[in-house]
């Protein structure tokens, strides 16, 4: 029985509850995001007319009919077919209804580069649409941030709290003791009562909060979040301030590339195109007329050969395109420009940021250790009638604020450090 006790103690101790971590938010988030789901349509869309474009070069086919009526055909004249009749040959001529069943067959042997270009322009917009999709996830990481981080520095704040209600609850049993003794007043303990129901107020405004940002993380991620879920401080992460890999660069490029492809589509539009045919029909008249003529019979018929088509009026137009697309990429660099210079600004100010937190941070734990050393000294005091219960309240406050702010100071610091991460993309 006592092995067993040990054993349930053991596993007891390295027992570690499941905690909700930021790298996982991240990953829930942009799972359960709607946007997600644009991906896969574009991608498909994308797919479809990427393979459209690449089926420029298989033959065409057409089948059509036609069956007519016509006012007038082509006859030989009167005289030639009486000569015709003493010969012994009646040329009735053609019929005024025809009829014609007709397939055709089109081979494209060059059409100049335009199924290759519009393959290029195809993945040149997937590519645009996919980085855009992108940029518009990675954004999701600071709102993520917001509300990650200011749980924790909310929880640390009601653990803090915590903290002063029971060093609070512990002097006012002394300041109990000393009215009761007839040596303070009913109204210092009036005080110290007000303080804790005010601590108290507080803490459950913190719950609140906690459980608001708790609910909307709950949201984002699309998964329930209790008030017993655990969430992980992250480890401070290595940043590389001379690496940006933001995604809006990526799509910079990727818009200038767009911009090439619809030169090349104009460069191809203007070049001539070659193709074979096959022509086929079945119907009255053919192609010998002086036999549809004579006897009126419906025929096959067949034609093949090669066509040559150039059209230049691409020509008319081409160098406005040309300069409407030169306008197109410099205004591209100049959004690249202004983007760089903002996120530079931006990157200056959280390492700034970064900068005067680290020094906060280094003398953050002396002050805390001094407070605490004054609450001691007047804890000490006022139980020797040296100083007022206002006066231990005073430096009580003290300290708790010293607590709070020490608290906060490094999670704002890790989350000025993961903003960081997130302006540059890391």
Request: with cysteine.
């Amino acid at each position: 029985m006592k092995r067993l006790i040990a054993v349930l103690l053991f596993a007891v101790a390295f027992l570690r509850l499941p905690a909700m971590s930021l790298e996982e938010c991240y990953r829930l988030v942009r799972e359960n995001y709607p946007m997600i789901r644009q991906y896969r349509l574009s991608e498909a869309m994308s797919r479809f007319s990427f393979e459209n474009a690449a089926k420029g070069y298989l033959p065409r086919i057409t089948l059509s009919g036609q069956a007519s009526l016509q006012s007038d055909v082509t006859e030989f004249p009167a005289s030639f077919n009486d000569l015709m009749q003493l010969a012994g040959i009646d040329m009735a001529g053609l019929s005024h209804d025809q009829y014609k069943l007709q397939l055709n067959i089109s081979q494209t042997i060059w059409d100049g580069g335009y199924s290759k270009a519009r393959r290029e322009a195809v993945k040149a917009g997937q590519e645009v649409s996919k980085l855009t999709l992108d940029k518009e996830m990675d954004a999701l990481k600071s709102r993520v941030n917001q509300m990650y981080f200011g749980i924790l520095m909310l929880e640390s704040d009601i653990r803090t709290s915590l903290y002063m209600d029971t060093l609070l609850n512990a002097n006012m049993a002394v300041v109990s003791s000393a009215v009761a003794n007839g040596t303070a007043l009913q109204s210092d303990l009036d005080n110290m009562k007000v303080e804790i129901l005010t601590l108290q107020q507080k803490r459950r405004q913190l719950e609140s909060m906690v459980r608001t940002y708790k609910d909307m993380l709950s949201i984002m991620t699309g998964c329930p979040i209790d008030d017993s879920e655990i969430f992980e401080v992250p480890e401070v992460p290595l940043v590389d301030t001379g690496r940006n890999m933001r995604t809006e660069l990526l799509l910079f490029d990727a818009r200038i590339r767009e911009a090439e492809s619809r030169k090349r589509m104009l460069d191809v539009g203007i070049m001539p195109k070659f193709a074979l045919f096959a022509q086929g029909w079945y119907g009255k008249p053919g192609l010998n007329i002086f036999d549809d003529m004579a006897y009126g019979k419906m025929s096959w018929n067949g034609i093949a050969g090669i066509t040559f088509q150039w059209d230049i009026s691409g020509f008319y137009t081409r160098k406005n395109s040309l300069r409407e697309i030169e306008l197109s990429r410099n205004s591209i660099l100049l959004q690249r420009d202004v983007f760089m210079l903002n996120t530079g600004m931006q990157q200056s100010q959280i390492q700034n940021e970064i900068e005067r937190m680290y020094g906060m941070k280094e003398s953050d734990d002396e002050i805390v250790r001094l407070r605490e050393s004054v609450r001691r000294t007047s804890e000490s005091r006022y139980r020797n009638g040296v100083i007022t219960v206002n006066d231990l309240l005073r430096d009580i406050m003290n300290e708790n604020k010293a607590r709070t702010d020490r608290s906060r100071h490094g999670l704002e610091l890790l989350k000025n450090i993961y903003d960081l991460k997130v302006v540059l993309n890391q």
